[in-house]
């Protein structure tokens, strides 16, 4: 036993790696979780945006701040109107509001607007209210701002959509108006807005419905000769405001719903881009795995592997094309390591084969044979042939573990001149102590060679490859190598004056195992 194999034997076997955990492919899904999370991500930002935009608060302030301004303008002109036809002098020969007069004309005003106008004097009192002055001329009971009988929707859709538009009305905050409430005998004290407007200034009021709803409402006063007669106040409730607002509401609805039919058609279809081509190639590779595992021997997962079972995508000229290339290339790698793999065990059974059936033969004729010589003759075969199985073992052994090295090495950049200058000195100095091989001779050039590989397994093949010219070469003969540097590779030649190789064995030097000698040895 050899201290390296007792070094071994003494540290035991190596330690495996731990397997990961078998993976277990799926059952194909009816809905690609992907397809879940674009869709959920791209109508999750689209109801976001939907929802601050059904929120319409600043469009309803300019709305209501437009109404009041309307009414501003209308307050004035009913207010010149009765301070120019409703005036009349009473007995102390002051100008007062005549109360049948200003009915007359609240109610004439009144007929053509949309807004309940009341009439109060300068003592406070209530002289006309449109409301009523206009229930006594027609057959409708007297008209009312106060919201209670709006009507409502009436279909199942509208009250569905009324509820959503109560909850987005619920979600975001409104300006805390101040809750309308009326006396039943009125007068004009009981609001701010008539109060400041005796005292001659323009005034706007905004209260809220007990069941929902506006009332807008703007006080005018009535003057005469810069004298304070009374006020105009003139209120709306907010159903223009609502159906105005409304409308917008459902014309965003609408685009929503069509962006969101657009956004899922183009959630299908990125989910169908991403989705199926990812699912093609994991059962691509669930494939290679059964394959690996139901056929029988290497050579059937090699046939396996080279199929074109992973599916060729590179022309997407994206992620998933790359992960497809990538996935081909490995792919390809491994079914070029199982095909070494399965030339290298066949290589192995040639080449033990061989010698075991000299073994074989020689151990069945020395049980037959008598004649010392003749034994001797066979054991020195056998041992003959035991030596070369041993050095056979060997060599696969250390085949083997360059074929891991290599594997597990990183390519690094190597200068091929001072590598062969290196080793120039080093046959130098073997030169001297054996005289009867040929000389060796370096012409690596003047200029750098540099080429990515593994530095010590590179100058072993030089080596190899030097000394094997050496050993074919007549005794003070010259092996020659040179380095050039071609259009894209660095050239490396070693000439020597042997035997040289047979045509027909050209490319057979470069199999496993392989060895040429001349007929004369």
Known sequence: MTDEQASAAAAGPPSAPSAPAAYKPRAERAVSPILLRILAVNIMALAILVGSLLYLGRYQDRIIATELDAMFSQARIVAGAIAENAVVIDDNDQSILSPLLARMMVRRLAETTETRTRLFSADETLLADSRYLLAEHTDKGPDSDLGLDSGGPESWGERAIAAFFDVVDLIHEHHAYPPYGEQLIQRADDYDLTSRALRGEKSTQVWSLPKGGLILAV????????????????????????????????????????????????????????????????????????????????????????????????????????????????????????????????????????????????????????????????????????????????????????????????????????????????????????AARAKVVFQPGAEPLRVMGVKGRLIQVFQNLIDNAQSFSPPENTVTVSALRTDRAIQISIEDNGPGIPENKLEAIFDRFYSERPKAE
């Open 219 to 434: 006080a005018v006063p009535i003057e005469h000769y810069h004298r304070v007669l009374g006020t105009v106040m003139m209120s709306r409730s907010d159903e223009s405001i609502d159906r105005a607002i409304y409308a917008v509401r459902i014309n965003i609805l609408q685009i929503f719903f069509i962006t969101l039919g657009i956004t899922i058609l183009l959630s299908l279809y990125l989910a169908r881009a991403i989705a199926r081509p990812i699912r093609q190639l994991a059962v691509a590779a669930e494939v290679l795995r059964a394959g690996q595992t139901s056929h029988a021997g290497i050579t059937g997962i090699s046939n396996l592997l080279r199929g074109d079972i992973i599916p060729d995508m590179t022309a997407r000229h994206d992620e998933i094309g790359d992960l497809s290339g990538a996935l081909r290339a490995l792919t390809s790698a491994l079914a070029r390591r199982v095909g070494d793999i399965e030339n290298f065990a066949a290589d192995v059974a040639h080449e033990l084969k061989n010698p075991l059936t000299s073994l074989r033969s020689a151990v069945e004729t020395v049980e037959r044979v008598t004649d010392p010589s003749q034994r001797q003759k066979l054991m020195f075969i056998i041992r003959d042939d035991v030596d070369r199985m041993t050095r056979l073992i060997t060599d696969i052994s250390s085949a083997s573990r360059l074929d891991a090295e290599l594997g597990r090495a990183d390519p690094e950049p190597i200068d091929i001149r001072v590598k062969l200058l290196q080793l120039e000195d080093h046959y130098r100095v073997s030169a001297g102590k054996d």
